[in-house]
């Protein structure tokens, strides 16, 4: 990865977070992005083995 990359990246999600709210939630597009499923507290979850799960309790990954 080059440093120059790397750096737009950061300071791209740094402007985008000025708050632990907006860090809280950049980070849960990006997962999402990802291809990450969202687990809601209030739902039932079913959970595969291997899969990659994020789980959003009031605005906590």
């Not at 985008?16 to 209030?42: C, I, Q």
């Amino acid at each position: 990865m080059e440093f120059s990359y790397f750096n737009d990246a950061l300071l791209s999600f740094l402007h985008s977070s000025p708050t632990p709210f907006h860090a809280t939630d950049s980070m849960r597009n990006a997962l999402l992005k990802e291809g990450f499923v969202e687990l809601l507290e209030e739902d039932n979850w079913v959970i595969e083995e291997g899969g990659d799960t994020l789980l959003h309790v009031m605005n906590l990954l």
